[in-house]
């Protein structure tokens, strides 16, 4: 019965550490996403 305590603290590190995985993932898409549209307003205006 030891392990169980051990698993319940592992489980959510894991889990997010593994978020963080996928926000680094797509967090440069999020970026030209953002900055592409920007930069063409930004052009576009006298």
């Known amino acids: ?8 603290l592992e ?3 894991i889990h ?3 978020l963080l995985q996928i926000l680094l ?3 440069p ?3 030209a996403l953002i900055v592409a549209p ?3 307003v930004l ?4």
Request: aromatic share 0%.
């Open 1 to 8: 019965m030891q392990a169980l305590p051990v698993l319940l």
């Open 43 to 46: 052009t576009l205006t006298p």
């Open 25 to 27: 993932t797509l967090l």
């Open 16 to 18: 997010a550490a593994h």
């Open 38 to 40: 920007a930069k063409i």
């Open 29 to 31: 898409l999020a970026l």
């Open 11 to 13: 489980a959510p590190l």
